[in-house]
């Protein structure tokens, strides 16, 4: 099983709205794409300003299902929407 984790910085125009737009998105994403397993998105409590501010974890079967997700066209225009909107991207994948 991969583990897919990934933290998103927004930038501050526009901050929670982008924030929760993007969350929206990424929980509607299991419903269309069948190769993920789980996944749950989650907003940071704001405790410290330089936290990022928004952290997906996925699970899936293979590597080849993580790549059919990363190229889905559904998970694709959820990127087309935060590039623009976001500072910085983390992103690991652990084989459990």
């Given at each position: 099983m991969i583990r897919h984790i990934v933290?998103?910085?927004f930038k501050e125009e526009n901050k929670a709205e982008n924030v929760a737009h993007t969350k929206a998105m990424l929980d509607a994403l299991p419903a269309k794409i069948p190769q993920i397993l789980s996944s749950q998105t989650?907003?940071?409590?704001?405790v410290k300003a330089d936290n990022f501010d928004l952290i997906l974890i996925s699970d899936f079967a293979s590597h080849e299902d993580l790549e059919a997700y990363i190229v889905h066209p559904d998970h694709k225009a959820v990127g087309a929407f935060m590039t623009p909107v976001r500072e910085s991207r983390a992103c690991v994948d652990i084989e459990l």
């Open positions: 933290m998103f910085k989650y907003t940071d409590c704001a």
